[in-house]
């Protein structure tokens, strides 16, 4: 469920008109609701209740610092993947005890600041990583506390391009290995192994491949507890699906319930790392029609968003809702819904069954609150959009549209003399 609406004929961002926000702050626009990240975060986090649990929200899926101020207020720990993202978080004021640290590429100097953060663990994703944080620690003077991701080998039957939990993908140990690891691991001085940690893909929209790599991750704690390996942290990183289109992925409180009846009785808190499911439908991306045109073959719809601002389109050919701001009630046609930018793969919807629309008028693109922003870029030196944040009939500019400027602030012309 989420706060954007249709009243009187016009959408609504909670008590706001998108129109009025667009007038305001101009096109391509990120609006996001502030009602809805509270709702779903809170939906996510009540379904552990009945076990010691710490919900991580991922920072890739929107990194804003407003956002992650907000869920932190919410009680929500982070996932990061980079020095970047410990930057953000503690920056929005993250405790660090409540940060843990994933990535099969961690490089020195990000272990280093994470180490002198404090950060609850790293999600260690190969041995040489292990022996690199064990070496750093023993400079710094410090204990690193870790997990190591396990690689089950489980289908999440998902996008192939973010399906992370096959032998194949290069994320985390091989199961058969991780008993060794964890030999290792708890050899080195300057480590402490307190977690096992798993995430087997993203916009999974079915239960079982979470089960089938819980089963198999508990067979391998059984084997852990015969080396006298005691862990306090079990994570089950991310990946929880959301309705784009006709998707119909468990709702967090059964996904919730049926995780926790699994884990009754083992002593472990569980930590959950979910980015889509918090944030994906939180956010809208409105867009301004520039041109229509039509060819022999196709109706195209041009608009002032384009795959710089979101790319999950052209990258995965993932489905985003579109519909009118004010609609209004012409005749549907078959679309494409495309951006200026000079690639064919600058679609954000193809053979879109679409009412017409004129140029001036403008379209919410839905679903857009996670890996929107985090993913755009500035291709075709395209300023990047701005991103508001709306709370009931307030609104804060959470990110300022670049300008030109910006777009060669870190830039020298290299002139000859
Ligand atoms: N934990 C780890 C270690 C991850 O790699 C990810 C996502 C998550 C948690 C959060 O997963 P989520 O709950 O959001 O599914 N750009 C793609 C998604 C890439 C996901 C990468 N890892 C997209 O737009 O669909």
């Known amino acids: 469920m989420h706060h954007f609406t249709y009243r009187a004929g016009e959408l609504y961002a909670e008590d706001l008109s998108v129109q009025s926000l667009a007038t305001e702050y101009g096109t391509p626009l990120y609006v996001y609701s502030t009602a809805t990240f509270k709702r779903h975060f809170q939906a996510f986090d009540s379904a552990f209740a009945d076990l010691p649990h710490l919900t991580c929200f ?15 207020e919410q009680g929500a720990g982070m996932d990061i993947v980079s020095g970047g993202e410990l930057f953000r978080a503690l920056s929005a004021g993250v405790p660090a005890q409540k940060i843990v640290y994933s990535g099969v590429g961690k490089r020195p100097g990000e272990i280093a600041e994470a180490l002198l953060a404090d950060i609850l663990m790293f999600n260690v994703e190969s041995l040489e990583e292990l022996r690199r944080i064990n070496d750093i620690a023993l400079d710094l003077g410090k204990t690193a506390r870790i997990s ?17 939990g096959l032998k194949q993908n290069k994320f985390g140990l091989d199961i058969e290995q991780s008993l060794e690891a964890y030999q290792l691991a708890s050899t080195l ?11 087997i893909g993203s916009q999974l929209t079915n239960i079982e491949p979470f089960l089938e790599a819980l089963r198999r991750i508990k067979d391998f704690l059984a084997q852990l507890k015969t080396i006298g390996v005691k862990i306090r942290f079990l ?49 809208i991306l409105v867009t301004e029609v520039v041109y229509t045109k039509s060819t022999k073959s196709k109706e195209f719809v041009i608009v002032d968003a384009a795959m710089n601002d979101l790319i999950r389109p052209a990258l995965y050919q993932s489905f985003h809702r579109i519909d009118e701001v004010r609609p209004r009630q012409r005749p549907a046609k078959k679309v494409d819904v495309v951006g200026p930018i000079c690639e064919s793969s600058d679609f954000l919807a193809r053979d879109r069954e679409l009412p017409e629309v004129r140029s001036g008028e403008l379209l919410a693109v839905f679903s857009a609150g996670a890996y929107g922003f985090t993913m755009s870029s500035q291709y075709n030196s395209r300023p990047r959009a701005a991103e508001i944040l709306v709370d009931g ?25």
């Open 58 to 72: 991922s920072v890739k899926a929107n990194s804003n610092l407003c956002i992650l101020r907000l869920l932190s």
């Open 148 to 164: 190591l991701r396990i690689n089950p080998d489980v289908d999440p039957l998902t996008h192939p391009y973010i399906s992370t």
């Open 189 to 199: 001085p300057c480590i402490e192994p307190v977690g096992i940690d798993c995430h």
């Open 235 to 283: 994570d089950l990183g991310g990946g929880l699906g959301i309705t784009y289109d006709q998707e119909d992925p468990p709702h967090p409180k059964v996904f919730g319930q049926t995780l926790v009846r699994e884990l009754q009785g083992m002593d472990l808190t569980l930590i959950l790392e979910p980015g889509r499911v918090i944030a994906g439908n939180t956010g």
């Open 393 to 417: 009939t307030n609104v804060v500019l959470a990110r300022k549209r670049e300008t030109y400027n910006d777009l060669v602030a870190l830039e020298r012309q290299c002139l000859k003399k």
